[in-house]
Structures are given as structure tokens and as C-alpha cells.
């Protein structure tokens, strides 16, 4: 039966593309990726609070103190170090005592709007609890105006928790920084002890599900799959009957017809594991093979699911020819 | 993104994963290109994890933007438009033709020779089956136009030597 120009292309789509799988790298890639940006984020929290109200009396406080130039970290080779630093300093022990003087915030929720990029955000964060839910108003179709992450930042009571002194400050930050990179490493290694898991699971799995053919099912295929090539010895063709012979199971019909009406020999075998027969139509000369078959039997409905029809593959060898040059293909 | 999040978009690509990979494939035509848009959506998607409620549109959807803005990029530097060039045109009958190395040359230069919208209908359509009606939705267009392009495309596929003779191959089967 012809199938349509869509079907085909379908089907070579599917076999030319079938053997593609994506590696795994790139998913674990990107997750820890995110997470640590989520863990970024999530750090950064305990700054934008705080440095919020800094920054509004730190800006007022550069525009006063005149046009000093702001202080960068130096490169190699530079020739003003000592000086740049102790002006970045001062600048900073500036801002630290500004931010020291101005009022802690003592309402619940902070609105932050944002643009990020080329798109406005609108940022609202409860700080009792850490909920933060992020608006894109301009974002664009199929993305939600509203996002929603539960406990993205951390609470008023965490980051009231933090040391204030500089000296523990700083020994809380790199801890906190060294425990998130060893929470991601964590993280990493379950995953590949999870993907192990998985993996022997599946072998399992295979090993559970592979039928369990016998030494007379393996002896009996393998025959019947050998006897069909032309190119065969006759003695290894008179051993192959002498194994079909000695092989329980075997049903042997010495009047039989082939599909196409020819007589043969028909050898045939059920085979328990399969559930199929194998069938192999002989010529009676014992030369060749006129014809192969399998049969599978048709399954009754079951469970509420329906059976199956019986399916009967047959490969007829009209046909066998042996040449001294190579043939043509018609 | 946290560690829900994380194990939901885990088990999406494990899920979707080959299939994506694959719809790529089809859509670069090029094996490699595809890992890098591939990746590429992936990425787009992690960000937006939280916010996305269909990823599988959603990941179609970027692929084909992807995709048509590498267009583009080539298209400014024409040079590059030799990509196709390098590809095997031997006659596929000669291999096995059950082998998908030796189908995907002829099959990816085929679709090479349609526009990056023709083959997303195609693609979609035909390898990812999606219906008239979702395509034209992902695409933004209208079923009416995915109808139509869907036939002038197949119509040219025929065309091509290389496809015409895998799709003489297939007829056999």
C-alpha cells in the first residue's frame, strides 16, 4: 500500500534522527547553574535591604564631599595603589557611618521596582517571611504578570540575626559563602549517585524483563536462522537437521505446501518464551529453503484490554540463482 | 531556581530531552548546531522555569527563534553559507538505508533548501505531530498559511534528488 509523501517524511525523520540522544551534561550543566544563581540571589537579599537606605545617604553624601574621583581596584602595574586604596577606604568608612546613623526600616513588605535589562520589574517582598513576588508588566505574551517564589529572600528575623561587627561579619559571609558551595557540590554528587541508582534500577529492569530462553529454544532459532542461507556447506546443512533432530518440540509435516503451493518439508517449533513458531519450509531434495515463517497466535482479551489478531510473517525465496560475475540488482 | 524546581526541570529533560534534541537536529539541519540550540533552550528555559506554564511550547517556540535569528546571523555573514556544502551526497541506496548516518546527510541537505519557517512546519507537524491547529499557534501564524506551507514545503522535498531517492527507498518497505 502506498503511503502519502507526509508519512514517508515522517518516518525519515524519525530513522534519521533516531540515534540522537542529548547528553546529561547539559541539564546538570544549566541546574547547577541556576542554583547557583538562586543561591546568588538569595545572598544578595541580605545586602539590598540593608544597602538600600545606604545608598540613598551614601549618594548624598559624594555629592557633598566634592569631585573625588571614585577609587577602582587597581591593575598590575599601576603606579597609584597605596593612595587609591586609602581613598576608597575613607569613601567606604564614610558610607559604614552614614548607614550606621539612618533609621532601620520597621514596616513589613518592600516594593522594589527594577529594570532588568530592557524589561520593567516590579519586586514586592514580605520581609516577615521572606515571600517575594516579582511583576513583569511588560513581559511578553504567555509569560504570567505575576511570579510568585515562596521564601526567596531571607526574613527580617534572619538578617537581624546577622553580625553586625566587621570582624564577625566578614568570618559569617565567607562561611555562609563556603557552606553554599559545598551545598551545591552536595547536591552535585547525589545527583550522579541518584543517575547510578537509576542506572542499576534499569539494569534490573532489562534483566527482569529479557525472556528466559532455553539451551532447545537457542538451539532450534539459531538452526532454523543458519539453514536459510544459500551459501551454507552441505554437510553443515545435514549437521543442522541432525541438531533440529535431537531438539525436543520439534513438529515436522512431510507433506506440507509452501504460500506459494510448492511442496516442502515443513520444520516447526513453538517457542515457549517468544510465543511465536518458527517455521522453516524445506525443499524436499533438501537443498534449500523454499520459505520461512513465524507465526504469533492471536491473544484473547484480557483484563479489559483487547487481544490480539494473529500475525504471520512469511519470507518466500522464490527464486535462488548463482552466478560467476555479480548480478544486477533486477 | 531551588531544588524543586531543579528536580521538576530535571525530570522535564530527561522526559523531552532526545525528542528536543532531535526536533533541533531537524531544524538546523546540522548536528552540531543543533546541541548549541539545544543548550541554548534549555538554558532560556531554566531561567524561566517559574514562570513558564506549557515548557513544551514553550522550548518549540524558542527553538524556532533561535534558529531563524542564526538565520539571520548568516545571512550577514555570508561566508558561512557554505554549511551545507559539506555534506555526503552519495547515493543513500547504497548504504543500508535502515541506518539513520546514513539518512540523516541526504534528509538534513533536503531540509537545508527550505526556508527556517517552512521546516518548523514541517518538522512540527510531521516529525513532532503536532496538529494544523498548535502549529500555527507556536508559530503565530495562521492554520491557513501552516496548510499551505506545509504542502508547498513537502511538494519541494520531493524535489530534491537526494530526498526523492530516500523517499523511493521507504516505498520498498
Known sequence: MPATDEDLL????????????????????????????????????ISVTGAAAAAAVGAAAVATSGSAPAARPTQPGSTTPTIALTAAQRTLKHLSAKAAAASAPSDRWVKMTELAGSQHKTTIIDTRNGDVWTYQPDAGKGVPAELFSKAGAPTAAQLAADPTTASSLRTFLVRQGKQQQMQAEQEMLAQVQKQAKRLAHLKRIMAAAQP??????????????????????????SALFKVIAATPGVVVNAHARDSLGRPAIEISRYDPQAKYTEAV?????????????????????????????????????????????????? | MDKKQARAFESFVAESGDLLLRIATLLTCDVHLAE??????????????????????????????????????RQRRPSELELYAGYDSRDPRAGDPLAAVELRPSLLAALGTLSPQQRAIVVLRYFDDRSEGEVADLLGVSVGTVKSTASRAVARLREQPGLGALLATSDTH
Open chain 2, 36 to 73: 548549541d540550540v539545544y543548550q541554548e533552550t534549555l538554558q532560556r528555559l531554566a531561567r524561566r522555569w517559574a514562570r513558564v506554564e506549557n515548557p513544551r511550547a514553550f522550548c518549540r517556540r524558542v527553538m524556532h527563534n533561535i534558529v531563524i535569528d542564526q538565520q539571520r546571523a
Open chain 1, 212 to 237: 528466559k530462553e532455553t539451551s532447545d529454544d537457542w538451539a532450534f532459532s539459531q538452526a532454523a536462522m543458519t539453514l536459510w542461507n544459500p551459501a551454507i556447506s552441505p554437510a553443515l546443512r
Open chain 1, 10 to 45: 515522517r518516518d525519515l525523520m524519525h530513522r534519521a534522527t533516531g540515534d540522537l540522544h542529548a547528553r546529561s551534561e547539559i541539564t546538570n550543566g544549566i541546574v547547577t547553574a541556576s542554583r547557583r544563581r538562586h543561591r546568588r540571589t538569595r545572598a544578595l537579599g
Open chain 1, 281 to 330: 519450509f524445506e525443499a524436499p531434495d533438501a537443498t534449500r529453503v523454499l520459505e520461512t515463517s513465524s507465526l504469533e497466535p492471536a491473544t484473547p482479551a484480557r483484563d479489559g484490554l483487547p487481544g490480539e489478531q494473529a500475525y504471520q510473517l512469511n519470507d518466500t525465496y522464490q527464486s535462488i540463482t548463482w552466478s560467476a560475475t555479480r548480478p544486477s540488482a533486477r
